[in-house]
């Protein structure tokens, strides 16, 4: 019910996602240990499908809110870093109806933000032969980024 709970949370604006993502933090670095990893675990009790259920739904609440495509892409390859990439298998030949649907909103949620992000290269097309044209493009790309400085 706990997890269900926060899934619940993470959804409420404005800031129920940074709160709840702020507790599974705190709790990670409580028990030192990673901060999904707890999530993770209980993707793989199996005797418990609401359980289960619960913590992808949390996983898809905790990717799918941000609003900035950089940090769910972050999010997604931190859990995925700290074992759902092995779990997905598993959970994709389970029969239980309602984990199917919320891992159907996971994958969703993955293609359309691979879609946005190789949107943004997509259109970059230019003859790198030219150094002038090579560094204008890089100084464009770091141009109000925390990489500026060291590029500059």
Known sequence: EAVK???????VP?????????????????KQRERF??????????NNEP????????INALISSPEDIDFRIHLRNEFMRDGLI?????????NG???QLQLKVFNEHKDEDFDEFAQRFDNIRLELDDVNECFEL???????????????
């Open 14 to 30: 404005p800031d129920g996602h940074d709160k709840t993502l702020e507790a599974i933090t705190i709790a990670g670095e409580v």
């Open 97 to 99: 109806e309602e984990l």
């Open 37 to 46: 990893q707890p999530i993770i675990q209980g993707l793989l009790i199996r």
């Open 86 to 94: 092995d779990v997905l298998e598993a959970l994709e030949n389970d």
């Open 51 to 58: 359980l289960r259920v619960a913590c992808l739904t949390l």
């Open 5 to 11: 709970l926060m899934a619940a949370v993470c959804l």
């Open 138 to 152: 890089t100084k464009n790309l770091v141009l109000d980024t925390p990489a500026e400085p060291y590029f500059l």
